[in-house]
T-cell receptor, first 112, second 112 residues
């Protein structure tokens, strides 16, 4: 079946540090992949996406590349800010296109 | 900016009460979804709808029910709330051929 595995948090960084949050997936075929972010007390917001192998999604300084060889979609940012503190979810769209399958989420805490 | 609304944002209610969580979107999206987010932050799909008069159960079994009488409205009902129903409930929608799901701010339900 489909599944998404994210690195466990919390991830604690200082401002301007480099961020990597690992995400690997198991799925039939080549599903679309997503990163969502959830700020405290809010719903999820789409951060970036990639719909096919080797695609790179990017937004607000975050990037992730769809690697079919390693079935991975790691999230990176070169210099984090305090305002990036949130929970980050990796997700894939199931083959039927009916639902997103989420990882368990990774909490990021950035201090100044 | 996504236009999807959920009410109430917070609800504390006693065991045995009937509750309805409201979700509305003004984007004309055909597909709508309900996710349950447990305290560990993991998200699970409990219901989805492809359009008016269409409802399906998601991956996680739930005692709740949903209806889709109007395109913009997708309420979730619990006939008799129990403490095990305490959770955050997130509503989402997506357009025809668009796999991006837009999330509402969520309803945090506490059953005492």
């Amino acid at each position: 079946g489909n599944s998404v595995t994210q690195m466990e948090g919390p991830v604690t960084l200082s401002e301007e540090a480099f961020l990597t949050i690992n995400c690997t997936y198991t799925a039939t075929g080549y599903p679309s992949l997503f990163w969502y972010v959830q700020y405290p007390g809010e719903g999820l917001q789409l951060l970036l996406k990639a719909t096919k192998a080797d695609d790179k999604g990017s937004n607000k300084g975050f990037e992730a590349t769809y690697r079919k060889e390693t079935t991975s979609f790691h999230l990176e940012k070169g210099s984090v800010q305090v305002s990036d503190s949130a929970v980050y979810f990796c997700a894939l769209l199931n083959q039927a296109g009916t639902a997103l399958i989420f990882g368990k989420g990774t909490t990021l805490s950035v201090s100044s | 900016e996504a236009d999807i609304y959920q009410t109430p944002r917070y609800l504390v209610i006693g065991t045995g009460k009937k509750i309805t969580l409201e979700c509305s979107q003004t984007m004309g999206h055909d597909k709508m979804y309900w996710y349950q987010q447990d305290p560990g932050m993991e998200l699970h799909l409990i219901h989805y709808s492809y359009g008016v008069n269409s409802t399906e159960k998601g991956d996680l079994s739930s005692e709740s029910t949903v209806s889709r009488i109007r395109t913009e409205h997708f309420p979730l009902t619990l006939e008799s709330a129990r403490p095990s129903h305490t959770s955050q409930y997130l509503c989402a929608s997506s357009g025809q051929g668009n796999y991006e799901q837009y999330f509402g701010p969520g309803t945090r339900l506490t059953v005492t």
